[in-house]
């Protein structure tokens, strides 16, 4: 089992350019969400994603994106990027018909400059 | 706003003694979770506490729910240094804090973590 997988790993892009970060879930989980974590602090919640639609959202900008495709893998759009978006993305999976634990996948380290 | 928020910030101990972090929230909860996590990487799944549970055990953890005090403690027995880590808690996330729900399985709140060292 492969767990939750994120790409890539490691990301350094400018102010003002758009980003695109992967995630593939838990084998047999049909929902993923997104979380930033800055230094020093705990994830936040970005939104989540079931059924290829954004279920939930947290208090984020419209910069923020996402999409979920037919396997349940999900990307995170970041547009018009600034130096506060720079921080670890953390994609989550859980089986919502069993109401699982979430896992967390190894993340993406996002650096703006 | 985080619903949970540890304690203590950071805590240093000698290897082979026990650890104890705690956790407290705001609103009631469908259950609590802590979760590890090393040198700014993924994070792992501890243990789940459901809020009709007060104690529960995996290995070298035991975690205790107290729903009238709204606060969790997880408890690491024997320590190792491999157990050096930033120990987070989760609860859902609160409805105030999202920009909206549309159903599906509740996001998590964390609060900022215990970052705990154990010294050889």
């Known amino acids: 089992d492969a767990g939750v997988t994120q790409s890539p790993t490691h990301l350094i892009k400018t102010r003002g350019q758009q980003v695109t970060l992967r995630c593939s879930p838990k084998?047999?989980?049909?929902?993923v969400s997104w979380y930033q974590q800055a230094l020093g602090q705990g994830p936040q919640f970005i939104f989540q994603?079931?059924?290829?639609?954004?279920?939930q959202r947290g208090n984020f900008p419209d910069r923020f994106s996402g999409h979920q495709f037919p396997n349940y893998s999900s990307e995170l759009n970041v547009n018009a990027l600034l130096l506060g978006d720079s921080a670890l993305y953390l994609c989550?999976?859980?089986?919502?018909?069993?109401?699982?634990?979430?896992?967390f996948g190894q993340g993406t380290r996002l650096t703006v400059v | 706003s985080q619903q949970g928020e540890e304690d203590p910030q950071a805590l240093s101990i000698q290897e082979g003694e026990n650890a104890t972090m705690n956790c407290s929230y705001k609103?009631?909860?469908?259950?609590l979770q802590w979760y590890r996590q090393n040198s700014g990487r993924g994070l792992v799944h501890l243990i789940l506490?459901?809020?009709?549970?007060r104690e529960k055990h995996s290995g070298r953890l035991r975690v205790t729910l107290d729903t009238s005090k709204k606060s969790s403690s997880l408890l690491i027995t024997a320590s190792r240094a491999a157990d050096t880590a930033s120990y987070f808690c989760?609860?859902?996330?609160?409805?105030?804090?999202?920009?909206?729900?549309?159903?599906?399985?509740?996001?998590?709140?964390f609060g900022k973590g215990t970052h705990l060292i154990i010294q050889p």
């Open positions: 989550a999976s859980t089986d919502l018909t069993r109401n699982t634990e979430a896992f």
């Open positions: 989760a609860t859902d996330i609160e409805p105030s804090d999202l920009f909206y729900s549309g159903g599906g399985a509740d996001g998590l709140t």
């Open positions: 084998s047999g989980h049909d929902t």
């Open positions: 609103t009631s909860i469908n259950n």
């Open positions: 994603y079931y059924e290829e639609e954004e279920r």
């Open positions: 506490i459901r809020s009709n549970e």
